[in-house]
């Protein structure tokens, strides 16, 4: 098993940037997939980003491509998420997901999870 423990998260303004950081521990980090997700009040989990075991690959959601951006280091065993240019409607609890087989954006394949960080943007 793996444990994802996200911070980062806070209040921005419209048009500023926060980074998320997701730490794992348990098992390989390099073993698992990584992806984020966000849910905001009312509405069902969201695909935002993820990245391939090794790093090579990445997806996004259209919504974030050119101001989002995920990455990993296995060494640290984090993966990360830049965000830039946020808008209010980038406001939700954004979480990490792993899966040891799965890179892609359906949530219902990620095993593990993390508890969540909120992300606030102002307008």
């Known amino acids: 098993q793996v444990q994802l423990v996200e911070s980062g998260g806070g209040l921005v303004q419209a048009g500023g940037s926060l980074r998320l950081s997701c730490a794992a521990s348990?098992?390989?980090?390099?073993?698992?997939?990584m992806g984020w997700f966000r849910q905001a009040p009312g509405k069902e989990r969201e695909f935002v980003a993820a990245?391939?075991?090794?790093?090579?690959?990445?997806l996004y959601t259209d919504s974030v491509k050119g101001r989002f951006t995920i990455s990993r280091d296995n060494v640290k065993n984090t993966v990360y998420l830049q965000m830039n240019s946020l808008k209010p409607e980038d406001t939700a609890v954004y979480y990490c997901?792993?899966?040891?087989?799965?890179?892609?954006?359906?949530?219902?394949?990620?095993?593990?999870w993390g508890q969540g960080t909120q992300v606030t943007v102002s307008s």
């Open positions: 997901a792993a899966d040891e087989k799965y890179f892609g954006s359906y949530y219902y394949e990620y095993d593990y």
């Open positions: 348990g098992r390989i980090f390099s073993s698992y997939a």
């Open positions: 990245i391939s075991w090794g790093g090579s690959s990445t």
